[in-house]
C-alpha cells in the first residue's frame, strides 16, 4: 500500500521511520518531510496546511492511507477536506480536534463530564482577567485558548507576572489569535506524566508512559519550548495510577467527545499532573507528541499501519498493542538560542554513526539538504537522538553517549534528561 505522512519535524520522522517498517508499505510519502525523512521516505513540497493540494498528490499517487502529524492542520480541519475527497486519513476531524484546539473547549468538557483537572476561569475580556487576578491564589498558571506551538502556557509566581502574561497573551497579542480567549487556572504541584493513546471514536488503547522536559535549560529553567528530551516509561506511573485514570480519565474523555456529537478518531495524548489529591489532566493533544513519539514508538512491538487502520475501522478493540520491556531517552540537539534567536545552515556531521547500530537512532526534526546536498540545521530543535536500554539509567546513559557522535556549530542540549530517573 502507499502511505503519505503530513508533517516534517521529530514526530513525523519517527512515524514514518515505524511506517516504513510495515512490510504492507510499498511506498512511503512525507509532504514537506525534511532531511532524515527523505531517507526512508519521498519527500513533496506541499505544506501542512495546503489541503486541496495534499489532497491532489494523494489523489493522483493513489496513495491508500494518509496519516496527518502536525496539530495546526488537525485543527483546520485537514481530516475533513482530505475525506471529502474520497482518501482514507488517520487522524481526528475539525470538530474532535477541538480538544486540543481550544483549552477552554477541553477544560469545560472536563468540567461538565467529572474528569479531574485543576480549577479554572475562562476570559476574553483583558480588565476581567486583571481583576480576577487580584483575588487569585499565587503562583497561577495562564494558558493561550489557541494552539501556540507548545508555547503558550505563563507559570506566573507572582501577581505582577500574572498581569504581564495577561498583557502578553492578550494585549500584546504574542500568540496572535491563540490568545484571544485565555484560561486561568491553579497552579498544580507533582510529577508530570505524558501518556499516549489510539482511539476508534468508542474503544481506547493506552500506549506506554513518558515524560517530557519542556523547559530549554537545566533544571527546568529557561523558556517553554516545544521540548528538549523525554523518556519512557515513567517509574512514577504506577499500576495504580494506571488503574485511577482507566475509570476516570482516559475512557471518559472518549466517551464524553462522543455523547458531544464529537467522535474522536486518532490519537489522545494526555498530559498528566500525579498531584497529593491523584492524577488530574493538565492538557489535552489530539496528536502524537513531539519528543515523546520518538521515545514511544521505538518500544511498540505492532505494525502501526495496523493500528491506524483500526481506528479508522473501529475496530481498536482486536488490536492487542504491545511494548517492549525496556526504556528509551531521547535528548533533543537544539540550535543555540533556541527557542528566542538563533542561527542555521549550519553542516550537521557524524550521522553515518548510527547506521546499523541496534538501539540507537537519529529523528531529525529541524534539517534540510543544502545546494550541494549535505545536511544542514534548519530549525531550533534539530535532532532527537534516541536509545534504547534494559532500564532507564542505561538509556540515559546509551542516549548521551550517542549525542557525542554527532557535531554542528551551535549545537546545544540540556544535559539532565531523564535525572528525575535517579530519585525514583
Known amino acids: 500500500m502507499k502511505v503519505l505522512i503530513v508533517g516534517g519535524g521529530g514526530r513525523e520522522h519517527a512515524i514514518a521511520w515505524k511506517a516504513a517498517q510495515s512490510p504492507r508499505v510499498e511506498k512511503l510519502y512525507c509532504a514537506p518531510g525534511n532531511a532524515g525523512i527523505a531517507q526512508i521516505a519521498e519527500c513533496v513540497d506541499i505544506g501542512v496546511m495546503e489541503f486541496e493540494k495534499l489532497a491532489e498528490f494523494a489523489r493522483e499517487k493513489q496513495v491508500d492511507l494518509v496519516m496527518i502529524g502536525p496539530d495546526d492542520p488537525l485543527a483546520a480541519g485537514a481530516v475533513d477536506v482530505l475525506e471529502s475527497a474520497g482518501l482514507r486519513v488517520f487522524g481526528p476531524r475539525k470538530n474532535a480536534a477541538i480538544l486540543e484546539g481550544s483549552k477552554a473547549f477541553s477544560k469545560n468538557l472536563m468540567k461538565k463530564y467529572g474528569i479531574p483537572t485543576a480549577a479554572y476561569e475562562t476570559f476574553t475580556d ?42 502578553e497573551l492578550m494585549m500584546d497579542k504574542k500568540f496572535g489569535s491563540a490568545g484571544d480567549e485565555i484560561v486561568i487556572e491553579e497552579f498544580m504541584t507533582g510529577r508530570e506524566v505524558s501518556v499516549l493513546s489510539f482511539v476508534d471514536g468508542k474503544t481506547i488503547k493506552i500506549m506506554t508512559s513518558a515524560q517530557d522536559h519542556k523547559r530549554a535549560k537545566d533544571n527546568d529553567q529557561g523558556l517553554n519550548t516545544g521540548g528538549m528530551g523525554t523518556f519512557s ?36 495524548f494526555f498530559g498528566l499532573m ?144 531523564g535525572k528525575a530517573i535517579d530519585e525514583a
Open 274 to 417: 500525579l498531584t497529593a489529591d491523584g492524577p488530574k489532566v493538565l492538557e489535552y493533544n489530539a496528536r502524537f507528541g513531539d519528543p515523546e513519539t520518538q521515545v514511544v514508538l521505538p518500544r511498540m512491538k505492532n505494525d502501526i499501519v495496523d493500528v491506524f487502520e483500526a481506528c479508522i475501522d473501529g475496530a481498536l478493540d482486536k488490536i492487542d498493542l504491545e511494548f517492549e520491556d525496556n526504556a528509551a531517552v531521547c535528548v533533543v540537539l537544539a540550535s543555540d538560542g533556541y527557542p528566542e534567536h538563533y542561527e542555521k545552515g549550519f553542516a550537521v556531521k557524524g550521522l553515518e554513526n548510527f547506521k546499523n547500530k541496534d538501539g540507537y537512532y537519529v529523528f531529525h526534526a529541524g534539517s534540510k539538504f543544502d545546494s550541494d546536498g549535505n545536511i544542514v540545521t534548519d530549525g531550533g530543535r534539530v535532532l532527537g537522538v534516541t536509545a534504547t536500554g534494559s532500564n532507564l539509567k542505561e538509556a540515559r546513559k546509551n542516549a548521551y553517549h550517542a549525542t557525542e557522535w554527532i557535531e554542528f556549530d551551535n549545537k546545544y542540549m540540556r544535559r539532565d534528561i
Open 233 to 268: 516509561p515513567s517509574p512514577f506511573y504506577t499500576k495504580e495510577v494506571d488503574a485511577f485514570c482507566r475509570e476516570h480519565i482516559y475512557q471518559p474523555t472518549v466517551d464524553a467527545m462522543s455523547a458531544e456529537g464529537r467522535e474522536f478518531k486518532g490519537i489522545i
Open 126 to 167: 483583558p480588565n476581567k482577567a486583571l481583576a480576577y487576578l487580584e483575588t487569585a491564589k499565587m503562583p497561577i498558571v495562564l494558558k493561550a485558548d489557541g494552539l501556540a506551538l507548545g508555547k503558550g502556557v505563563l507559570i506566573c509566581k507572582t501577581l505582577d507576572e500574572a498581569k504581564a502574561g495577561v498583557k
